[in-house]
């Protein structure tokens, strides 16, 4: 429950409060908007420098948010500018875009719009472009699921073809360039091209919009074309696309963009889309229904609220919400994503409360407390390891081939093995803990002798019998090294261990390959094989650049506990 | 030299038997009686009449005199001290088995000090008693140590333990998983998409060996399928369910617990290393601790949610100054961060949580709310431990353990 690892996910935005101020038609100040604005769109300020604000806005599950146009439609429902359900009218363009049942096999699906009368300043214009690539990022999951491309609509004829075209079949000047390209040179040396290429590759005809002069439009989802592609301060009327595979998906991402523009003063047309003999009229803005249980909201937040004043948080939120029987029947508009049920309506009547202001009461209710098992034991075993004059480590259970087999002399070890380290230093899981401690003391060469080090951890086995084909093992090590120690060191550890749990065991001669022969032994318990201990061999200290003798041990905790239980 | 035999040092603490007989005899005339009170009877009888202090009349004994000083237990109290004393009385001590010699070496060794100064007290002196003829060098008493490095605990394991401790006061049961989970039960039981971008390989880690595990109960996988083909409306995969991944986030282990069957009303908490690529900083690892659990109960709602994340802010941030801000989960709704105020370094997160959906929830046959939480631990530790790089809290460094503080 935790996200402070995920930065990749959380879209992070950036607007002028000035732009807010004049989209909201309202005076705001940043501590206003920090304590009574921006948590009512999950968000949260990160910086603020001078006038320009960045916003991570936590619900990926809420892309309409993730623009100053967005934010500012939601606020002045909270501020109560304006409540209730936002109200678009959409006009005709009588624009046509053919779809061409060759795209099937390549890049399926497209919903398009125009929007008119556009007066676009700085502020705007960067807005769209940051909406437009967050959205294509974390909605359209780097492009795949939806890709959108902006035009000038002044410099499209159509109707407009989107369809496909073998690499050498077609030319055009990419955006940001100035010579004509083939679209497989555009996809081998356009930035663009090498970063989204993926997407395309195995393809043998790319997907085109093109207009009836012939004019490309774009290759989605990789690039727009330098001429009908670019949109500016001067830019009055534009034609969008979406492209993807799932038409409900694409059109969520179409009506955000449209939606957002309309919040710039722009007029939203329709485009019909046609796919052979089906045609649809996109955007679609019409409302959505769905309805919460009264009761159960009040059960859920624990708050004593009456069915009108939930309408009117609703309303606030930008739902329009009447009272039906036990239930609020609410409507809201598509470019909203993340309503599966009425738990859903129910947090944004919490949020549009306030979290804050909501008295937090500590669940009552009597429990017994208990650690596992296996903490408990582990507890007892590292009181002894301190009496003992241990120094406790803690080390990663994510290690290297290179430690855990080559320095070890070990060649035939099946490791759990992940498939996309980020470098090789991570790239599988111990089975032992012996190779990170003596890491440890390579790293420690410098420091005062003896070194007495034990850590108690998880190591990971195969187990072709487990549900994950694996298993957790909690393990004991202890190691010694100094400039003279030997066998007899650790064995009177071992020793002094057991007899402080009061168990009887055996030691056997056995060869290990990490170990000095006739130096390294078996410890078994009531038959039972629980660890090995050892002087390690010259070789693997070598391998380790360690400089003076190292005697080790390491036990199956689990198995010992059992025993002793 | 000599010195004292056990029963002559006992004589020498206790007295010797005729002279604890003296004061018998003083109380008690009667031998019959006096065998059975004075220990070493016979003993004491010979000494006391060759010292002429008693005789024996018609089966009594009768005191004839009394000494103030008894020369034989002032031969003890010499030979104890090392005083000189004549060969014949050595003879008569050594008859009555009350002194023995010491060694002839250990006497050597103590003689070699005699007269000299010196700087560690032998145990020969101490025997022979000679260290009175010897003198002791003066040590600069205020001259610091040499450093010695005790056995210690880890200090964030110690950090680890105290946690454990305190949520299993405040009433909370310890859970734990598999490292290496099934996409099942790390995603797909939680309700997460099978298409959501956190699934992605940028995101997660996968495994390359072993690459595929087994699902759990038909009933469950059918119940969890339906609840994503429903809801999230695309067509589920069993096999991407059923590939193996190191546990990205400790929630992971909720479900399986929740299936199992647990008591509700219900505490549960789990701390487990979780996994995640990422670019290795002072603020990231792959690898970290994370702290997570739920509340499971009849009547649990957001306001208890509210309440608990309050006291665990009380409890692990001590501070009760918070700040609730609305957050997203694809497990929860409503869903909440809370941030606390750290007195140095200000407002920080602390918790993520939210009450788990019932489209979570209901496959796993749990119909009342779960409120599940989760701690990043390594961060609390970090403020703890007054630590600024994460890194350091699995330090490699020796030096750093042996001189971090136990309070």
């Known amino acids: ?565 | 030299m000599y010195e004292l035999t056990e029963e002559g040092r006992k004589y020498l603490k206790e007295g010797l038997p005729e002279l604890k007989l003296l004061e018998e005899v003083k109380k008690e005339n009667s031998i019959k009686n006096l065998k059975e009170s004075v220990e070493n009877f016979n003993i004491a009888l010979q000494w006391a009449k060759k010292n002429g202090w008693v005789e024996i009349k018609n089966g009594n004994l009768v005191l004839k005199k009394s000494p103030s000083k008894y020369e034989m237990y002032e031969l003890l109290k010499k030979i104890d001290k090392r005083e000189p004393v004549s060969d014949e009385q050595i003879k008569i001590l050594l008859k009555r088995n009350l002194i023995k010699k010491i060694r002839e070496d250990i006497e050597k060794k103590a003689r070699e000090f005699v007269g000299k100064e010196i700087t560690n007290l032998h145990p020969s002196l101490i025997k022979t008693g000679l260290w009175r003829d010897v003198k002791f060098k003066k040590y600069n008493v205020k001259a610091v140590g040499k450093p010695i490095y005790p056995g210690k605990i880890h200090p964030y394991q110690k950090f680890i333990i105290k946690v454990r401790r305190k949520l299993v006061e405040l009433g909370f049961k310890e859970m734990t998983g598999p490292t290496i989970e099934t996409e099942f039960w790390n995603f797909d039981a939680l309700f997460q998409p099978q298409n959501h971008p956190a699934r992605d390989w940028t995101d997660t880690y996968s495994l390359k060996n072993p690459e595929y595990g087994n699902l759990p109960d038909k009933k469950l996988v059918e119940a969890v399928k339906r609840s994503h083909e429903e809801n999230w409306k695309y067509k589920w995969d069993e096999k991407k369910a059923s590939k193996l991944m190191p546990r990205a986030h400790d929630t992971a282990i909720s479900p399986r617990y929740l299936f199992k069957g647990v008591e509700i009303p219900g505490k549960y908490f789990s701390l487990v290393r979780c996994y995640r690529p990422d670019v290795i900083d002072a603020r990231h690892l792959v690898e970290f601790n994370q702290l997570g659990g739920f509340v499971i109960g009849e009547n649990m709602n957001l306001k208890n949610l509210l309440g608990l994340l309050k006291m665990f802010a009380i409890e692990f941030g001590n501070t009760d100054e918070v700040k609730f801000l609305p957050d997203y989960y694809p497990f929860t709704e409503p869903s909440v961060q809370i941030s606390i105020k750290h007195k140095d370094l200000g407002w920080m997160e602390l918790a993520g949580a939210g009450i788990f959906r019932k489209e979570l929830t209901e496959p796993l046959g749990i119909k009342v709310p779960v409120i599940a939480w989760g701690i990043g631990l390594d961060r609390l530790a970090m403020c703890s431990l007054n630590i600024k790089d994460v890194r350091e809290l699995f330090s490699q460094n020796l030096l750093w353990l042996r001189n971090s503080k136990v309070l």
């Not at chain 1, 038959?527 to 005697?551: A, C, D, Q, S, Y």
């Open chain 1, 1 to 565: 429950m935790v996200k402070e690892f995920k930065g990749v996910m959380m879209p992070t935005i950036e607007f002028s409060l000035k732009d807010l101020e004049n989209l909201l038609g309202r005076k705001i100040d940043i501590d206003e908007l920090r304590n009574n604005g921006i948590l009512f769109v999950k968000g949260e300020i990160e910086e603020e420098n001078e006038d320009v604000i960045k916003v991570d806005i936590k619900d990926t599950n809420r892309p309409d948010l993730w623009s100053v146009e967005g934010i500012a439609r939601e606020l002045r429902g909270h501020y109560k500018i304006k409540e209730g359900l936002p109200e678009f009218k959409i006009k005709k363009s009588g624009l046509k875009v053919i779809v061409d049942k060759k795209v099937e096999n390549v890049r399926p699906k497209t919903v398009c719009a125009v929007v008119k009368n556009l007066k676009l300043s700085d502020d705007a214009i960067k807005q769209i472009i940051q909406l437009q690539e967050k959205i294509a990022q974390t909605f359209g999951r780097n492009r795949d699921l939806a890709a959108i491309g902006v035009y000038d609509y002044d410099k499209i004829k159509g109707p407009i073809r989107y369809t496909t075209f073998k690499s050498n079949e077609l030319k055009f000047v990419p955006l940001g360039f100035s010579k004509e390209m083939t679209l497989g040179e555009i996809l081998k040396e356009h930035p663009k091209g090498k970063k989204y290429g993926y997407l395309l590759e195995g393809k043998k005809e790319y997907p085109i919009f093109i207009d009836s002069k012939n004019n490309v439009l774009s290759m989605p989802p990789i690039i727009n074309s330098n001429y009908t592609g670019k949109v500016d301060e001067n830019t009055r009327n534009a034609f969008i696309e979406v492209s993807g595979h799932n038409l409900e998906h694409i059109s969520i991402a179409l009506n955000i963009m449209v939606t957002a523009l309309h919040e710039r003063g722009g007029e939203v047309y329709s485009v019909e889309v046609n796919y052979g003999k089906d045609k649809i009229i996109t955007p679609d803005l019409k409302p959505r229904k769905a309805w919460m249980n009264i009761d159960e909201c009040r059960k859920i937040l624990g708050l004593d609220i009456s069915p009108e004043e939930m309408v009117e948080l609703l309303r606030q939120s930008r739902f329009d919400a009447v009272i039906s029987g036990n239930r609020i029947e609410v409507k809201y508009i598509p470019y909203r994503n993340d309503i599966i049920s009425e738990r859903d309506i129910m947090e944004d009547v919490a949020i549009s409360f306030g979290y804050n202001n909501i008295e937090p009461e500590e669940p009552k209710f009597f429990t017994h407390g208990e650690e596992l098992h296996i903490e408990e034991f582990s507890s007892k075993i590292r009181e002894i390891c301190i009496g003992l004059g241990l120094e406790e480590i803690l080390t990663f259970t994510l290690s290297s081939k290179e430690d855990l087999l080559k320095k070890m002399r070990i060649s035939d070890e099946n490791l759990i093995e992940i498939s996309n380290p980020i470098s090789s230093n991570w790239e599988v899981f111990r089975n032992s803990l012996i190779p990170g401690g003596l890491r440890f003391l390579s790293n420690n060469k410098h420091v005062e002798y003896p070194q007495k080090i034990f850590e108690i951890g998880n190591v990971l086995k195969m187990d072709e019998c487990m549900e994950t084909k694996t298993k957790d093992i909690r393990n004991l090590s202890i190691i010694l090294t100094d400039n003279t120690i030997g066998y007899e060191n650790i064995s009177s550890v071992l020793d002094a261990l057991m007899r402080l749990i009061g168990i009887k065991y055996s030691l056997e001669e056995i060869r290990h390959k990490s170990f000095i022969e006739g130096r390294c032994a078996s410890i078994t318990v009531n038959g039972k094989k629980i660890g090995i201990m050892g002087e390690i061999h010259p070789e693997v200290l070598e391998n380790f650049e360690l400089e003076r003798p190292v005697v080790a041990l390491e036990i199956n905790l689990d198995k010992l506990m059992r025993i002793t239980s």
